[in-house]
């Protein structure tokens, strides 16, 4: 149990209620090339394939199936060209959500990138869009970049030159996207216990943070390429196309890509991770702060011999996962 980290908050197989590093193992489990052939047969019939789980009968799966797959995001009309002064006008208009006072705790990002360099292989953030919770833009803006732009990949980006003749540097953008995420929070307060700074959710956020030229704290961020569960077997990453398709039942990126799209297909797969129902496992008092200061693993707060009085349900039961459930963001929020 020390070393598997096996706990509530890891993926299980509905049926024999076997443990799973990933999502991703459970359905190899359940529809792989092998399965195990007595819950592949029980989930055939009775499982959701977006969210593994199996159901009493059909009927209910059939309801449950409705609400599981979800329609493409629709892209709301956003100004093509945005200036400095209406960008400004953009985060501030009472048409969106305050930037700074009733902004939603959670935030979804994703850039576009053109291409710099010599061969047009540097990454250069040339579009931004911020989201909140119900899927509302809270900003959006093309940037220039701060080198001369080589590819426009307009195949992918949609992005011309024309786009960027009057967009505001990045260094203006990125000033923005701060002021939004930290939310009025002193980033070295936000950086240490996290305060008024927002959640910020996003695919490959390390990248899109790199271009921006951009830090925020690790413990505001939430990754669906780095978040354990959606991860291949391995621990490599799928891609943001791969997990709308398979968590949330619809394309994306089928043409252009819109950093809209991408925002919501990230957001709601954020939400599908956070909504799922996981036992709290609380310590005694007078063991908090020891496990708080020296410890990542719940076991370390006992001796030898009291670990093997206990029984397996009760191991598992304090045992910890070495990643963050997101399910803990619903039970204790960043901003509470």
């Known amino acids: 149990m020390r070393v598997s980290y096996h706990s509530f908050h890891q993926p299980k197989c509905d049926v024999c209620k076997k443990h799973c590093i990933s999502f991703e193992s459970v359905r190899e489990h359940l529809k792989g090339p092998l399965p195990k052939e007595s819950c592949a047969k029980?989930?055939?019939?009775?499982?959701?394939?977006?969210?593994?789980?199996?159901?009493?009968?059909?009927?209910?799966?059939s309801a449950h199936e409705s609400s599981c797959?979800?329609?493409?995001?629709?892209?709301?009309?956003?100004?093509?060209?945005?200036?400095?002064?209406?960008?400004?006008?953009?985060?501030?208009?009472?048409?969106?959500a305050d930037a700074n006072e009733q902004?939603?705790?959670?935030?979804?990002?994703?850039?576009?990138?053109?291409?710099?360099?010599?061969?047009?292989?540097?990454?250069?953030?040339?579009?931004?869009?911020?989201?909140?919770?119900?899927?509302n833009v809270i900003f959006h803006s093309y940037c220039k970049p701060l080198i001369p732009v080589t590819n426009y990949r307009y195949e992918i980006t949609g992005i011309t030159e024309?786009?960027?003749?009057?967009?505001?540097?990045?260094?203006?953008?990125?000033?923005?996207?701060?002021?939004?995420?930290?939310?009025?929070?002193?980033?070295?307060?936000?950086?240490?216990?996290?305060?008024?700074?927002?959640?910020?959710?996003?695919?490959?956020?390390?990248?899109?943070?790199?271009?921006?030229?951009?830090?925020?704290p690790s413990h505001l961020i939430r990754d669906t390429a780095q978040y354990r569960p959606l991860m291949r077997t391995?621990?490599?990453?799928?891609?943001?196309?791969?997990?709308?398709?398979?968590?949330l039942g619809y394309e994306i990126q089928t043409g252009i890509h819109h950093p809209y799209e991408d925002c919501v297909a990230a957001l709601r797969i954020y939400k599908k991770m956070r909504s799922l129902s996981h036992p709290n496992f609380s310590l005694p008092n007078h063991r908090k702060d020891f496990l708080d200061a020296n410890?990542?693993?719940?076991?370390?707060?006992?001796?030898?011999?009291?670990?093997?009085?206990?029984?397996?349900?009760a191991l598992l039961e304090m045992s910890l996962p070495n990643y963050k459930c997101w399910c803990l963001d619903a039970k204790n929020p960043m901003n509470s």
């Not at 799928?238 to 968590?247: A, G, I, N, R, V």
């Open 42 to 61: 029980t989930f055939s019939s009775l499982g959701c394939d977006l969210c593994l789980k199996v159901f009493d009968d059909t009927d209910v799966l």
């Open 69 to 96: 797959r979800l329609d493409p995001a629709i892209i709301p009309e956003i100004p093509a060209m945005l200036s400095l002064e209406t960008c400004d006008m953009e985060v501030s208009s009472s048409t969106v």
């Open 103 to 135: 902004g939603p705790e959670v935030v979804a990002l994703d850039c576009e990138m053109v291409g710099g360099g010599s061969d047009g292989t540097l990454d250069l953030c040339a579009r931004v869009c911020l989201i909140g919770e119900n899927e």
């Open 162 to 216: 024309e786009n960027l003749i009057n967009a505001p540097p990045l260094k203006q953008v990125r000033s923005r996207i701060e002021e939004i995420l930290y939310n009025g929070e002193t980033p070295w307060r936000a950086r240490i216990l996290g305060g008024r700074g927002r959640i910020l959710v996003g695919h490959d956020l390390e990248h899109d943070l790199w271009c921006l030229d951009m830090y925020y």
């Open 234 to 247: 391995n621990l490599i990453p799928h891609s943001l196309k791969y997990l709308t398709k398979t968590y």
């Open 295 to 313: 410890s990542s693993n719940s076991f370390d707060f006992l001796t030898k011999r009291e670990l093997m009085n206990l029984s397996p349900d």
